[in-house]
């Protein structure tokens, strides 16, 4: 069974910093790609960014050069490092991956439970 779990969401002030990790484990194949989405109240999801297995990252306009993608291939995790925070960055953040199964020998994705990014005063 394939999971993704998201931690290290929280509270913080504007212009601060938060860094959430997203971990991808179970009987995994291979990993093409892995992201993250966020959804604020009232609003649909959006895409924040992506990396792919290449290391190649897209980014939001909303968020480029204030977010960074970084990736731990040997633990099946990204790293979503988010500085000078605002208020609008408030949302549920969800992670996804492109992920082959070892049972299915399928490329499906997956989506974690989110984490919870609050920002304000």
């Known amino acids: 069974q394939v999971q993704v779990v998201e931690s290290g969401g929280g509270l913080v002030q504007p212009g601060g910093s938060l860094r959430v990790a997203c971990a991808a484990s179970?009987?995994?194949?291979?990993?093409?790609?892995m992201g993250w989405y966020r959804q604020a109240p009232g609003k649909q999801r959006e895409l924040v960014a992506t990396i792919t297995e290449g290391g190649n990252t897209k980014y939001a306009d909303s968020v480029k050069g204030r977010f960074t993608l970084s990736r731990d291939n040997a633990k099946n995790t990204v790293y979503l490092q988010m500085n000078s925070l605002k208020p609008e960055d408030t949302a549920v953040y969800y992670c996804t991956a492109e992920i082959v199964a070892l049972t299915t020998k399928l490329l499906s994705n997956y989506w974690g439970q989110g984490t919870q990014v609050t920002v304000s005063s």
């Open positions: 179970g009987s995994i194949a291979s990993i093409y790609a």
